[in-house]
């Protein structure tokens, strides 16, 4: 593939049974990165659907989005769905996003706009301003976010589960990522911390899911309060951090001429 045609950003969409969910989410995603003059590549992972999410995935295949599929047939988990699509892309910068179209897609392409012409050592995601939830699911993550803080003051964000997630691929593979269940967002931002990547952390209204149903469930808040303690205070972290190459001090990545760029579109 050429230069002109290879992919500027790859992004991962883990989809487990949301054939109602992705009709309505994944075509104004893809028309939001078109309007942007950007290349993207888009990797839905029908993560062990048993309905018809890989069928609606096809379709957008015929209709010649710029779509990868990627099958999972057992369900092991959200993060297990997304380092199976860490494995098909292609492009140098590289995102992780729900599908259940919380982030409008517009949002999603200034998140990236933000980060392409960094030096590559950083982490762009959301913070989610302005957000549509009930009393109870409010409450549970101001509990949380507190958490992280009093753990990782420093961190730079205050909506760690915050996505969509952007991240170069230099940066992506020194994380070495393991969560395959809810746990994979704090771990890629404890991790960065801890490498020294820098948030770009952008304001965004998230809306509701209008479609399809949420799969986190009570047993998520123990996870997360479990794996945050054992990441703070265990030898896995220390251990990784022994390993872990430093990012180098030269850019990771060629910047394109932002005049240039958008002289040629």
């Not at 179209?101 to 200034?110: L, S, T």
């Not at 691929?169 to 820098?198: N, Q, T």
Request: aromatic fraction near 10%.
């Amino acid at each position: 593939m050429s230069p002109v045609h290879e992919p500027q950003f790859s992004l991962i969409v883990p989809c487990y049974n949301e054939q109602e969910t992705i009709p309505y989410t994944i075509p104004p995603l893809v028309a939001a990165f078109e309007k942007a003059g950007v290349r993207l590549e888009l990797i839905l992972v029908d993560n062990g659907s048993k309905d018809r999410t890989g069928e609606v995935i096809d379709s957008f295949l015929a209709r010649g989005m710029p779509v990868v599929k990627h099958r999972v047939e057992l369900n092991e988990g959200y993060g297990w769905g997304v380092l199976q699509g860490f494995t098909r892309a292609s492009a140098d910068w590289i995102g992780v996003i729900p599908c259940d179209g919380q982030v409008d897609p517009e949002d999603v392409a200034k998140l990236f706009e933000a980060v392409r012409y960094t030096d590559g050592k950083v982490i762009g995601k959301v913070r989610r301003r302005f957000r549509m939830d009930g009393p109870l699911r409010k409450v549970v993550s101001i509990a949380y976010n507190c958490l992280v803080f009093a753990l990782w003051p420093n961190m730079g964000s205050i909506d760690v589960n915050g996505s969509p997630k952007i991240v170069h691929r230099e940066v992506l593979r020194r994380l070495d990522l393991r969560s395959r269940k809810w746990f994979l967002d704090p771990e890629l931002m404890i991790k960065a911390h801890y490498l020294g990547a820098r948030v770009i952390e952008v304001n965004v209204f998230a809306r509701m899911r209008s479609h399809g149903l949420s799969h986190v469930r009570a047993t998520t808040c123990w996870e997360f309060f479990a794996m945050l303690l054992r990441y703070r205070f265990g030898s896995e972290m220390r251990a990784w951090r022994r390993q872990v190459e430093p990012l180098p001090s030269a850019p990771l990545n060629v910047v394109e001429s932002y005049e240039g760029l958008h002289a040629a579109r």
